[in-house]
């Protein structure tokens, strides 16, 4: 079993500190490599997949969240809200209801639709110190995020070829789901009172998750407070079961926020907003890929890709090439010379790197590598540039492999 919050200290990937306050983890270099990597790979696939960028601002006035019902059904989870002047602004706890405005400040027709927005943007939760835990439950979030605004015949597909966006970063990342879980409102008063919403949302999920021939189960008391979702549940190593990545539609927003789309017949219609976030939380993301993997993240998640370990100070000047080249090529390679201890020693301190490449006198003075993979084979010495070309393609194309045959 691993805790990322031993093996993120030991790593030096993140830390916390009492002033900066509780939930409120800082990332360290190393870290900031992962995450970086991370939120490149999440926008390249969105961006590939028909999605478009925005920026919102963190804070938003109240009426805001009045009006998206957040104030009235959620306001216990948000910070209290800050005196501007006359006016009251709020750390915002969702970024749905700025991607509506941003979606309501231009007219739109159906030839425009789906209209995919995505954002990879900061948002804010009151969490209690007691369930605050590293990087799994934080107050400070940075969301991997999107709303497509559609056609109600778009629903089914748009939320479709979500759940598959899900799927493919999930096996770039090394991820395996636990379940699919229809996540469906519950007693009490947390919920948006429309039952005719809640029925119409819930079937059209349904019929996502059944033409994507997953196995699911429907749990009451998890959906939203606007409507229902799937949830994708991932386990940690004890078994434990949390939510990583999201697909919702939502009918209740477009309506409070008077969303509309001119149709084929001049009139005004409202469009259906789908939810869907690929790797939910970058936090949470981070803290379960370190427990996956304990640490020895896919080649081309590591903060270190390649460890270069020149036997003794005379092979110096080519393992410095060596990193330069590594460098040129977009991979991420560090010199641990011999003042870093024995080449033994250096090794077992590189045990995680994805590639450890020794420099001997022979290696040096031909321009062959030894490279040793992190699980332990041992490949035959070859030309630099080949060895090099194989990591970028492998790299590249976002495999789990090390090496291929």
Partial sequence: MHDHRKLGRELDLFDTDPLMGAGLPYWLPDGAVVRHTLEEYVREAERRAGYRHVYSPVLGKRELYEISGHWSHYSEDMFPPMRLGGEQVVLRPSLCPHHALIYRSRAHSYRELPLRMAELGGMYRAELSGVLG????????????????????????????????????????????????????????????????????????????????????????????YGPKIDVQVADSAGRESTLSTVQIDFHQPARFDLHYIGPDGAKHRPVMVHRSVIGSVERAVAHLIERHGGALPAWLAPTQIAVLPVSEAELPQAADLVRRCVERGLRAELAGPEQGSLGARIRSARLVPYQ?????????????????????????????????????????????????
């Fill in 357 to 405: 490449v020794v420099i001997g006198a022979k290696e040096a003075a031909a321009d062959l590598l030894a490279p040793r993979l992190r699980s332990g084979q041992r490949l035959d010495a070859l030309p630099a540039n080949r060895f090099l070309t194989r990591v970028e393609a492998l790299v590249g194309a976002h495999s789990t492999d090390l090496w291929d045959a």
């Fill in 134 to 225: 590293g990087l799994t439950r934080v107050r400070a979030i940075q969301l991997n995020d999107a709303h497509i605004f559609c056609t109600p015949d778009q629903a089914v597909d748009e939320a479709r070829a979500a759940l598959e966006l899900i799927r493919q970063a999930y096996r770039a990342l090394g991820i395996e789901d636990a379940r699919y879980r229809l996540s469906l409102p519950g007693a009490g008063g947390k919920y948006v009172a429309d039952p005719a919403l809640w029925q119409r949302a819930t079937a059209l999920l349904a019929e996502v998750l059944d033409g994507s021939g997953v196995p699911y189960e429907a749990v009451e008391g998890e959906a939203a407070f």
